[in-house]
């Protein structure tokens, strides 16, 4: 059996992950393509009982804390959820991967790279999707669409300047692994943000 392809999906507050997370679902769906999504921080049961820890407990944890949790979720995910389904051929679409702790962790934390890049290895998380969408818009528009969705978790209340850092790791991430990082403007219409992600996944569809 063919090992399945691995999507993640990246990018800051508001630019529509969760819009086209769905989206994807069905293009995948419409092709026959069998795909687990599903998110981090969370993804299982330990996972999501980190990611409520992470985004709702309390203020003053820790950078390095905030980065340990954030691996151990994923370490978890990718053992039990996401290894499982691709070596059985499913594809595994995920909410946020490992570029998100480079991003707000290596960048916004300002733990830096080489920290988040250790531990990834120590974790045996060097698991790479073959195709990251990062979603891409400036960071004021992005906040005022995700403002409309009520009361902001633990990390979305932090600072301007934090979420500027985590922006330049992002695009910083997609420079270095072009192949793999596709960056999407994410202030166009939906209806054009959705053909981008559209044509993007051709190559992968191509080979399902
Ligand atoms: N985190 C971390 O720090 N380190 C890590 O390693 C990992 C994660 C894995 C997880 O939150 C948090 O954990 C996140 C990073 C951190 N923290 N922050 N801050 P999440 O990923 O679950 O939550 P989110 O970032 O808020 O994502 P979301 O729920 O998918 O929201 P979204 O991207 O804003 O998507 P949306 O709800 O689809 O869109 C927002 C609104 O915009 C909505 O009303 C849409 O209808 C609208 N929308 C979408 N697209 C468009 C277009 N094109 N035009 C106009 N309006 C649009």
């Known amino acids: 059996m063919p090992r399945g392809q691995f999507i993640s999906l990246e990018g800051l507050e ?14 995948l769906v419409q092709a026959s393509i069998e795909v687990v999504v ?89 698991l790479q999707p073959d195709l990251t969408l990062l979603l891409d818009m400036p960071i004021e528009a992005g906040m005022a669409r995700a403002a409309s969705r009520g009361k902001l978790d633990r990390i979305e209340s932090e600072e301007l300047a934090f979420f500027e850092r985590a922006r330049t790791a992002y695009l910083q991430r997609a420079a270095d692994d072009p192949r793999r990082v596709k960056v999407i403007d994410a202030g166009q219409t939906l209806e054009q943000v959705q053909q981008a992600v559209s044509e993007a996944l051709q190559p992968l569809l191509a080979k399902a």
Request: glycine residues 12%; aromatic residues 4%; without cysteine.
């Open 38 to 126: 599903s998110r981090e921080p969370g993804g299982t049961d330990l996972g999501e009982s980190l990611r409520e820890l992470l985004l709702h407990g309390r203020a003053g944890m820790l950078a390095q804390t905030e980065l340990l949790l954030m691996a151990a979720s994923r370490s978890e995910h990718i053992d039990k959820v996401i290894e499982p389904a691709l070596s059985q051929g499913r594809w595994v679409l995920s909410d946020r991967f490992t570029d998100a702790s480079f991003a707000y962790q290596g960048g916004g934390r300002e733990l830096g790279a080489n920290v988040v890049a250790q531990l990834h290895s120590l974790i045996k998380a060097d």
């Open 14 to 27: 508001g630019v529509g992950k969760t819009t086209n997370r769905l989206y994807i679902e069905s293009l």
